[in-house]
C-alpha cells in the first residue's frame, strides 16, 4: 500500500483537483472530452520525468518500431487518459436509461458461458488499468452486473473517497486489497463478480513474459478462481474512436482447475500467463489504452538488476 499523506498536504492536492472537477463537470460531456484531451497532450509535453519511464516500456514493447512511433503512443495515451479524466467528472451522468447509447457490448456469450462454467459459484473478473477503466465498473452494474471491486486505496484519502463514490455508484461495492481474501471468497461463492485488475508490478508475485519479458504479476486472480471453482474471465472496454462511445470486449473464460499433472502453483501460474498474454494482445491492439508510465517491469528476477 503506498504510503498515505493527510492534513494539509493532503487537501493542497485534493484542491486542484476538485476545481478541475467542477470546470469540467459544468461543461457539455463531449466539449469536456476534448478538452481533456487538449489538456492530456500539454501534460505530455510538459512531463519530463515520467517520460523516460514510458519511453523505456515502449521500447520493450515494440522493439521493432523507431523512437518517433513510440513517442506517437506516449502522446496519444495522455491525450486518452485526458479524455478518460473528462468522462469521469460526468460519471454520474450515466444511467441505465442511456448506457447503451455510450456503452456496448462484445462477447456477451463469454460471460453466459462463464456463468454456465461456474455454476453456482461466481466468475473472477479480471482487467487492467486501460482504456476508461472507470467506466467499465459503472457500465457493468448498469447492464445489471454489479462488480465487487479488489482495489489499492490511494494515498490520499481524501482523493480515495472522491475516487470510491464514483465507482461504488449503482451497486458495486469494494474491498480494500489487503485482507481481502476471506470476503472475495465468500461472495464468489455466493454467486458474486469479482472483479481484479492484474496489469501493475508487485513485489511478491509470479513472473510471467509480457511482451517477452518477465514482469511480476499478482496471482490473486487465478487463486481466488481455483479456491472458489469459479472461472478467470478477461474484461477490457475501449474507446470508439474520440467520442464518448465505448465497447466492453468479453474474452472466453479462463478454466483454472488442477488435474493429475499439474500442481497449484503450475496452474495459477499458466492462468496468470493466459490472462497477461490477453492483455498484452489488446495493448497491441489499442497502444494508447494502456498506462505506459507504471514501472511494470520494475521487480526483476533474482540476480537481475533493474533498469529504470
Known sequence: MPRQVFGPRAWAEFLPLAAAYHALRRLPL????????TLGALAASLDRINRPVALRNLEIAFPESDFQYRLKIFRSSYRNWGRVAAEWCHIEDFNAHNIRQFVSIEGFENLLRAKEIS????????SGHFGNFELLQVAAALYGFPVTLIHRPLRNPI?????????????????PRRGAGL??????????LVGVAADLDVRRGVFVNFFSLPAST??????????SGAPLLPVFIVREARHAKHRIVIFPAIPVVTNGGSGKDTVVREATQRFTSVFEEMIRR???????IHRRWKTRPNGEARFY
Open 30 to 37: 463531449d466539449t469536456a472530452i476534448r478538452l481533456g484531451a
Open 119 to 126: 455454476r453456482s459459484s461466481g466468475i473472477v473478473l479480471v
Open 159 to 175: 482523493i480515495d473517497r472522491m475516487v470510491n463514490r464514483a465507482r461504488l455508484r449503482y451497486g458495486n461495492r469494494s474491498l
Open 183 to 192: 470476503s472475495a471468497l465468500r461472495l464468489l461463492k455466493q454467486g458474486g
Open 218 to 227: 499478482t496471482e490473486s486472480p487465478a487463486r481466488l478462481a481455483l479456491a
Open 286 to 292: 489499442y497502444p494508447d489504452h494502456w498506462n505506459w
